[in-house]
């Protein structure tokens, strides 16, 4: 073979040699691109290069160059059915916060839809390019609390599934949820995903209300201990629940503990479900404004007593959830705002992203946590068949 080639290069032409040449690199192109081609390391090659390129043309023009106008360094590019997620070295002196305050210029530039910004760890900031929405469709994936017999309310809730295709969840206990958006947003369907799990757990003690005349919390009147529909009703059960908090803090007092422990069946998980905020806080009457300051006092107590509130609002503005009720939640979910006042009301930092929901993707949710990261998600959907589904296995669950 060795000489045949030998005599090839010595007595061919250029133009032959040249060809045959090109025709050995495109066949090793070939090979190598089918032989890594199930694990699309071919088609990596080629996004990383298109990648890296387009940010070095553009860190620049957009301020995100370092020192004499370098580009920071690329750790990592990976691609997936909905975009790429880049990784970069930041400089010194440079945050997250100046990727988050040029994402707009930023996916114009990277020609994609959208650029959401994390940092994934110190001196990195993360941009997941978004070429389609990864939330548009709702998710095949069964609800994970679907086909199990018991939950405990001590594991966080599976709600959704986040644009990285990975579950999020909700924590419960302890921990109060707020969930607030526009008529039709999904509230109650989310609201629901998180009772039916609190239901789940036979120790969970339930109260529940619901001022659309019972229509949404119906279903759990035979699993709650209290209904209420009507604001009087309402008003007698958040000050039962608070007189249950003060009977557990004076048993803390004596045990010399400061909270409620998770399994502690002398203290069960009480849970507290009040579908339509609004009819009980904003109303303007006097009696509405003293339920609102007894929620308060509920949210903010509560937590040490193994008490959980779960509110749902679609008016959330400042009457009916003020700032000093709305940042006693520990978890925030906002669904999609109609109006950017009432978006602020309850996230200001995402105020914009809330309104720019599509009402066509009800479910569409960011959620933030203690840490205060938001995250966008699509909630889980169960039909009023489902609902009943799992709200029987709880009732079997119980007995
Ligand atoms: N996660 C979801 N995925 C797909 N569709 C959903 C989802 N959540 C809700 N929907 C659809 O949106 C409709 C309205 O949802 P839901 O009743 O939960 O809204 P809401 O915000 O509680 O409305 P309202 O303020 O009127 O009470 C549901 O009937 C369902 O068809
Ligand atoms: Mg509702």
Redesign the pocket.
Known sequence: MGVVWLMWFDHSSNSGRLLLMLLAVIGVGIAVWRRCGDKGCGAALVRGWWHRRLWRENAGPLGLAGPDGQAGRVVSVVGDEWGTTSTYRLWPGQGPAAFEARAVELAHAMGVLTARVSSPGPGLVMVRYLTGDPLGA?SLRPWPLMSVARWQLGDAVPSGVGEDGRVVTVALWSSSVLLA??????????MWLLVLAAMLDPSVRLMAVDLKGGV?LGLVASRAERLATTLDDAVAVIDDALVEVSGRYGVLRERGLRKVESGDPSMPPLVVVID?LAELTGTGSKESKAAGESLRRLVATGRAAGVTVIA?T?KPSSDVVPTGLRDLFATRIG?RCGMRGQAETIAPEIAGELTKIPASQ??TAYVVDEGGSWQRF????LTDDMVRQVASAAEAARS
């Open positions: 709702v958006g526009s008529p039709g947003s999904g509230k109650s369907a989310t949404e339509e749902a679609q669904l009800p479910g699509r909630a889980w959907y």
